[in-house]
């Protein structure tokens, strides 16, 4: 079976402890070189998981011309840069969520990559490739629920390290850019549509100066979504979705395991019903999909003007903040 040859810029945890193994594991992946600024992580890096390329440069990977494709996980303030310069090296990217530090600058990238239309460039936002989110999805076009009218939705950790790049502000830190982002993703991916407005309050760190907590409100044309992250608060994940005649809640909606079966339940008419998902890796899912995109020369799952309205509304939950009121997200 043919496959895509991938290379990866940089030794992020979530590359080492996520992308890596679920490449190793992927049937239409084959997982070629690892670049760092240091060579001694690269190499140490590439030793570990029997990688059999390693480089100290980024630049390096992207002149090996074994390479199809690679995967960028690096500090957000760096995702545009490479990618822009994978592109030109003629790499199909995938790049870590958020995509970009703004909206401008994912239009940028999104212009880059229309110079280049046989160069395949997506945001990783894995989750939409687990099966829960994609029976979600029928659920609810299914009618089981009724009309969806309210989503409500959080994600939080804890994490005041002083290094920590999500304690960055030049790095792109705080909770809306690292994990805000999935209820913001998950509330349009749901009402199919962009916010009419949305509300938010939001708490800076005094040192840092990013946000360690945000709680927002999106307001629909057919219902809202209301959501929290948190950068400094206890190991949390959660999502009800509820409609006119149910609901759906989460058992973990964001990162569910990988080495055990997951689950979701409806509720309709008082009656509960249980969904069990087989164990799956939803990083490998998504680099089969993305892929099998390449082999096939198929539309990509995700758009990058998906990713361009995702930081607008990002963008606008800051905005509502510091006006103190709701704002609207489109001109009349």
């Given at each position: 079976?043919e496959k895509?040859?991938w290379g990866?810029?940089?030794?992020?945890?979530?590359?080492v402890e996520q992308?890596?193994p679920?490449m190793l594991?992927?049937e239409?992946?084959?997982l070629v070189?690892?670049?760092s600024?240091?060579?001694?992580?690269a190499e140490?890096?590439?030793?570990k998981f029997?990688?059999p390329k390693?480089f100290?440069?980024y630049?390096?990977?992207?002149?090996?011309?074994e390479?199809?494709?690679v995967?960028?996980?690096?500090?957000n303030n760096l995702?545009?840069e490479?990618?822009?310069k994978a592109?030109?090296a003629?790499k199909?990217?995938?790049?870590?969520?958020p995509i970009a530090?703004?909206?401008?600058?994912?239009?940028v990238?999104?212009?880059e990559?229309?110079n280049h239309?046989?160069?395949?460039?997506?945001?990783?936002?894995?989750y939409k490739?687990?099966?829960?989110w994609?029976k979600?999805?029928?659920?609810?076009?299914?009618g089981?629920?009724?009309?969806?009218k309210?989503?409500?939705?959080s994600?939080?950790?804890?994490?005041?390290?002083?290094?920590?790049i999500?304690?960055?502000?030049e790095?792109?830190?705080?909770?809306l850019?690292?994990?805000?982002c999935?209820?913001?993703?998950?509330?349009?991916l749901?009402?199919?549509?962009e916010?009419k407005?949305?509300?938010?309050?939001?708490?800076?760190?005094?040192?840092?100066?990013?946000?360690?907590?945000a709680?927002?409100i999106l307001e629909?044309?057919?219902?809202?979504?209301?959501?929290?992250?948190?950068?400094?608060l206890?190991?949390?994940?959660?999502?009800q979705?509820?409609?006119?005649?149910?609901?759906?809640?989460?058992?973990?909606p964001f990162?569910?395991?990988?080495d055990?079966?997951?689950?979701l339940?409806?509720?309709?008419?008082?009656?509960?019903?249980?969904?069990?998902f087989?164990?799956?890796?939803?990083?490998?899912?998504?680099v089969d999909?993305?892929?099998?995109?390449?082999?096939?020369n198929?539309?990509?799952p995700?758009?990058?003007n998906?990713?361009?309205?995702?930081?607008?509304v990002?963008e606008k939950?800051?905005e509502?903040?510091?006006?103190?009121?709701?704002v609207?997200?489109?001109?009349?």
């Amino acid at each position: 079976m043919e496959k895509i040859k991938w290379g990866i810029l940089g030794t992020a945890t979530i590359a080492v402890e996520q992308m890596i193994p679920a490449m190793l594991k992927s049937e239409l992946s084959e997982l070629v070189a690892i670049a760092s600024r240091s060579i001694a992580k690269a190499e140490k890096t590439a030793k570990k998981f029997k990688v059999p390329k390693y480089f100290g440069s980024y630049e390096e990977l992207l002149t090996d011309d074994e390479i199809h494709a690679v995967y960028i996980p690096l500090p957000n303030n760096l995702h545009v840069e490479w990618a822009i310069k994978a592109i030109q090296a003629r790499k199909h990217v995938l790049i870590e969520k958020p995509i970009a530090l703004s909206s401008q600058q994912t239009l940028v990238l999104m212009n880059e990559a229309k110079n280049h239309p046989d160069i395949k460039v997506m945001e990783a936002f894995m989750y939409k490739f687990h099966p829960q989110w994609k029976k979600t999805i029928e659920l609810i076009d299914a009618g089981e629920i009724g009309t969806l009218k309210m989503i409500n939705s959080s994600f939080s950790f804890f994490d005041d390290a002083k290094e920590s790049i999500t304690n960055s502000k030049e790095f792109g830190g705080g909770s809306l850019m690292d994990i805000g982002c999935y209820s913001i993703s998950v509330s349009r991916l749901l009402f199919k549509s962009e916010p009419k407005s949305v509300l938010a309050s939001i708490e800076y760190h005094p040192a840092y100066e990013i946000d360690i907590l945000a709680t927002g409100i999106l307001e629909f044309e057919n219902g809202s979504s209301s959501f929290f992250c948190a950068t400094q608060l206890d190991n949390t994940q959660q999502a009800q979705i509820f409609g006119t005649k149910g609901s759906i809640r989460f058992e973990l909606p964001f990162n569910p395991p990988n080495d055990r079966s997951s689950k979701l339940w409806l509720t309709k008419d008082d009656i509960v019903t249980e969904f069990e998902f087989e164990i799956c890796d939803q990083y490998t899912l998504q680099v089969d999909a993305f892929s099998a995109a390449i082999l096939e020369n198929s539309t990509i799952p995700l758009q990058l003007n998906d990713s361009v309205n995702n930081m607008i509304v990002l963008e606008k939950l800051r905005e509502s903040h510091s006006l103190g009121r709701r704002v609207k997200t489109q001109e009349e």
